[in-house]
């Protein structure tokens, strides 16, 4: 009997052990590991979504107040102006320039923002923290005219 042809040659070894196993059977153990791995993405996605929506909340928030409030703040200030009062919120310009600077920051906000929140691009993030700083000057310029 030829012993190179016996069915037991090299048996016991880790290279014979290899030829006798399946093609797939490799990549079956690979598998499960990958498997294992993705709920870690899954999880880790969902906690980006629930970043990014608390984000958009963020900045919706901020242009609703904006919108709402800055208006009827410049109208009950505008309200207490005397004819020969000279104040620039006095003014019909003045305020229109106010109520026209809530509107339209809260509104290019709110959407820049959104856009800004949901793109994975570092000029996503930018334009998100633009949206918020322009909310804040906003405030800023509409109170300095309101409080002239």
Do not use: K
Not at 11 to 24: F, K, L, S, Y
Not at 30 to 44: M, N
Not at 78 to 88: A, L, P, V
Not at 102 to 119: I, N
């Amino acid at each position: 009997m030829d012993h190179a042809r016996s069915p037991w040659a090299g048996a016991g070894t880790i290279e014979a052990d290899r030829e006798q196993e399946p093609a797939g059977a490799g990549r079956a153990e690979a598998e499960p590991a990958a498997a294992r791995r993705r709920p870690e993405r899954g999880r880790s996605e969902r906690g980006l979504r629930i970043l990014r929506a608390v984000a958009t909340g963020v900045v919706w928030l901020g242009a609703g107040l904006t919108l709402m409030l800055l208006p009827m703040l410049t109208m009950s200030t505008g309200s207490d102006c005397e004819i020969d009062d000279t104040r620039f919120i006095c003014t019909d310009g003045g305020q229109d320039t106010v109520v026209y600077i809530a509107v339209y920051t809260s509104l290019v906000a709110a959407l820049a923002g959104t856009w800004g929140a949901f793109s994975r691009r570092l000029l996503g993030r930018v334009v998100w923290g633009a949206s918020l700083a322009a909310l804040a000057v906003a405030w800023l310029v509409n109170l300095l005219i309101i409080g002239e």
